[in-house]
């Protein structure tokens, strides 16, 4: 597993509680890292080991928000992730995850605060 620097994990509290405050610096990022299901899991992981993976994802001050294995797909990583250094977290993935996994990223941001707001206004 990545170094622990910057990470942090909480539930409700992604990209939009601090988009909710206005401050649109850092947003969130989702990233599918879906398993290639011709190649055993062993063979996954000694390709990412071969190409630093786990050494260079998450880029240091990276904050990771969750990171999770979703069954069927991999694994499912959501980041904050200030505007500038989007590169940075998009290189990393190239240079390092691609063969082991194939991947997509999407810009996400925490939309709950807004549906329980939405929902509790149609309740009443």
């Not at 990022?29 to 899991?41: M, V």
């Not at 071969?50 to 797909?73: C, D, L, N, Q």
């Not at 991999?74 to 500038?84: F, H, I, K, M």
């Amino acid at each position: 597993m990545p170094c622990g620097i910057g990470w942090r994990h909480y539930a409700g509290a992604g990209a939009g509680a601090t988009a909710g405050r206005g401050d649109f610096r850092a947003q969130g990022h989702t990233i599918f890292l879906k398993h290639d299901q011709s190649k055993t899991l062993e063979q996954i992981n000694a390709e990412l080991r071969e190409h630093g993976f786990y050494k260079a994802f998450p880029p240091p001050g990276i904050e990771v928000v969750s990171w999770y294995v979703m069954m069927g797909i991999g694994q499912v990583v959501t980041l904050r992730v200030p505007a500038e250094r989007l590169r940075e977290v998009n290189r990393a993935i190239e240079e390092t995850a691609w063969g082991g996994y194939r991947t997509e990223l999407y810009p996400t941001y925490d939309f709950k605060a807004v549906a329980e707001q939405q929902h509790a206004k149609a309740q009443q």
